[in-house]
Protein backbone atom coordinates (compact mmCIF):
# COMPACT_ATOMS: atom_id res chain seq x y z
CA UNK A 1 0.00 0.00 0.00
CA UNK A 2 1.65 3.09 -1.23
CA UNK A 3 1.34 6.24 1.41
CA UNK A 4 0.97 9.92 -0.55
CA UNK A 5 2.63 12.68 1.27
CA UNK A 6 0.42 15.78 1.23
CA UNK A 7 3.01 18.88 0.45
CA UNK A 8 2.61 20.99 3.44
CA UNK A 9 2.44 24.66 2.18
CA UNK A 10 3.98 27.42 4.46
CA UNK A 11 1.20 29.79 5.75
CA UNK A 12 1.90 33.15 4.77
CA UNK A 13 2.82 35.82 7.39
CA UNK A 14 -0.05 37.68 8.51
CA UNK A 15 0.00 41.55 7.18
CA UNK A 16 2.10 43.25 9.94
CA UNK A 17 1.20 46.88 10.41
CA UNK A 18 4.33 48.85 10.93
CA UNK A 19 4.52 51.78 13.41
CA UNK A 20 6.47 54.72 12.12
CA UNK A 21 7.45 56.76 15.16
CA UNK A 22 7.27 60.51 14.63
CA UNK A 23 10.71 61.63 16.85
CA UNK A 24 9.68 65.31 18.26
CA UNK A 25 13.62 65.39 19.09
CA UNK A 26 16.90 63.83 19.44
CA UNK A 27 19.76 64.09 21.91
CA UNK A 28 23.11 62.38 21.89
CA UNK A 29 23.93 61.85 25.23
CA UNK A 30 27.42 60.44 24.58
CA UNK A 31 29.16 58.90 27.07
CA UNK A 32 27.28 61.02 29.51
CA UNK A 33 26.39 58.64 33.07
CA UNK A 34 24.48 58.98 36.05
CA UNK A 35 24.16 62.05 36.99
CA UNK A 36 24.69 63.91 34.11
CA UNK A 37 22.90 61.66 31.82
CA UNK A 38 19.53 62.28 34.34
CA UNK A 39 20.38 65.71 34.26
CA UNK A 40 20.49 65.92 30.51
CA UNK A 41 17.25 63.61 30.55
CA UNK A 42 15.11 66.49 32.15
CA UNK A 43 16.42 69.26 30.28
CA UNK A 44 15.64 67.21 26.77
CA UNK A 45 12.09 66.02 27.95
CA UNK A 46 10.87 69.41 29.10
CA UNK A 47 11.73 70.57 25.57
CA UNK A 48 8.89 68.34 23.78
CA UNK A 49 5.04 68.25 24.69
CA UNK A 50 3.25 66.04 26.45
CA UNK A 51 2.73 62.15 23.94
CA UNK A 52 5.52 63.66 21.93
CA UNK A 53 8.61 60.94 21.65
CA UNK A 54 12.22 62.02 22.55
CA UNK A 55 15.02 59.73 20.83
CA UNK A 56 18.27 59.50 22.91
CA UNK A 57 21.80 57.71 22.31
CA UNK A 58 23.31 57.06 25.27
CA UNK A 59 27.10 55.33 24.77
CA UNK A 60 27.47 54.67 28.80
CA UNK A 61 27.00 51.03 29.83
CA UNK A 62 24.81 51.73 32.91
CA UNK A 63 22.43 53.75 30.88
CA UNK A 64 20.98 50.41 30.07
CA UNK A 65 19.37 50.39 33.74
CA UNK A 66 19.62 54.60 34.28
CA UNK A 67 17.05 55.43 31.49
CA UNK A 68 14.14 52.77 32.02
CA UNK A 69 14.61 53.47 36.02
CA UNK A 70 14.39 57.03 35.15
CA UNK A 71 11.48 56.55 33.20
CA UNK A 72 9.78 54.33 36.06
CA UNK A 73 10.39 57.40 38.24
CA UNK A 74 9.44 59.63 36.30
CA UNK A 75 6.38 58.59 34.25
CA UNK A 76 7.11 58.60 31.68
CA UNK A 77 7.44 56.11 28.67
CA UNK A 78 10.04 54.16 27.64
CA UNK A 79 8.89 53.44 24.11
CA UNK A 80 12.47 51.45 23.02
CA UNK A 81 15.40 50.75 24.39
CA UNK A 82 17.96 48.68 22.38
CA UNK A 83 21.67 50.30 23.83
CA UNK A 84 22.62 52.33 23.02
CA UNK A 85 19.23 53.80 21.25
CA UNK A 86 16.32 54.61 23.52
CA UNK A 87 13.06 56.21 22.69
CA UNK A 88 10.79 57.91 25.25
CA UNK A 89 7.27 59.49 25.34
CA UNK A 90 6.89 62.15 27.22
CA UNK A 91 3.87 62.20 29.79
CA UNK A 92 0.72 63.82 30.23
CA UNK A 93 0.97 66.69 32.44
Not at 20 to 25: D, N, V
Not at 28 to 56: D, F, S, Y
Amino acid sequence: MATREQAVQPRSPEPTQERTLEIARRWEAGENGCGVLIVGLKREIHRIQAGELLQVTALDAGAAADIPAWCRLTGHTLIAADHPNYVLRKRDD
